[in-house]
């Protein structure tokens, strides 16, 4: 009863060129996946922390000069 339900012919297997190109593909993009993480991490930590700029603001006096106070006897 082989000729009512006919087989389907094998898939080919990949060609392992191909296969290589895909995976240094997705390692690329795993890659750069990482670096925009990190990249978004630095950026929320710079945020939350104020950074340089905020030492540079304008709402200080002096801003670029720094503190000159110092505690104790000079």
């Known amino acids: 009863m082989g000729f009512l339900s006919p087989r389907a012919p094998s898939m080919p297997k990949p060609d392992p060129e191909l296969a290589a190109a895909q995976k240094k593909q997705e390692e690329r993009l795993a890659a750069q996946e990482r670096d925009e993480m990190m990249q978004l991490s630095a950026r929320?930590?710079?945020?939350?922390?104020?950074?340089?700029?905020?030492?540079?603001?304008?709402?200080?006096?002096?801003?670029?000069?720094?503190?000159?106070?110092?505690?104790?006897?000079?």
């Open 44 to 74: 929320q930590r710079a945020m939350g922390r104020g950074g340089y700029r905020q030492l540079l603001s304008p709402v200080r006096a002096n801003a670029e000069k720094g503190v000159q106070e110092t505690l104790g006897k000079s």
